[in-house]
């Protein structure tokens, strides 16, 4: 059964830094890109961030563009979006997803709070 864990959230003060994983299971995670999206309270899902199979690749929203940083370890079948200089609008519950055979398919969310 295909299973993405996501992990890593926290309270944080403004400025802080968190790294979040995403830890998947029952499919080889290194065959796939892998988006990291995030929610606030009353507003719509929005991405973050993409990161190709190999990790050679990445994208980021403007909004993280140069605080966050994206990675993977494949030979641990893990995800990582390390946040540094975290601010108050980063508040929200972060999702790693990845597409496989035309299905999405989302973790649980972590929680990032941002606030002094």
């Known amino acids: 059964q295909l299973q993405l864990v996501e992990s890593g959230g926290g309270l944080v003060q403004p400025g802080g830094s968190l790294r979040l994983s995403c830890a998947a299971s029952g499919f080889t995670l290194g065959h796939y890109a892998i988006g990291w999206f995030r929610q606030a309270p009353g507003k719509e899902r929005e991405g973050v961030s993409c990161?190709?199979?190999?990790?050679?690749?990445?994208n980021y929203a403007d909004s993280v563009k140069g605080r966050f940083t994206a990675s993977r370890d494949n030979a641990k079948n893990t995800v990582f979006l390390q946040m540094n200089s975290l601010k108050p609008e980063d508040t929200a519950v972060y999702y790693c997803?990845?597409?496989?055979?035309?299905?999405?398919?989302w973790g649980q969310g972590t929680q990032v709070t941002v606030s002094s």
């Open positions: 997803h990845v597409r496989k055979s035309w299905v999405d398919y």
């Open positions: 990161i190709s199979s190999s990790g050679g690749s990445t």
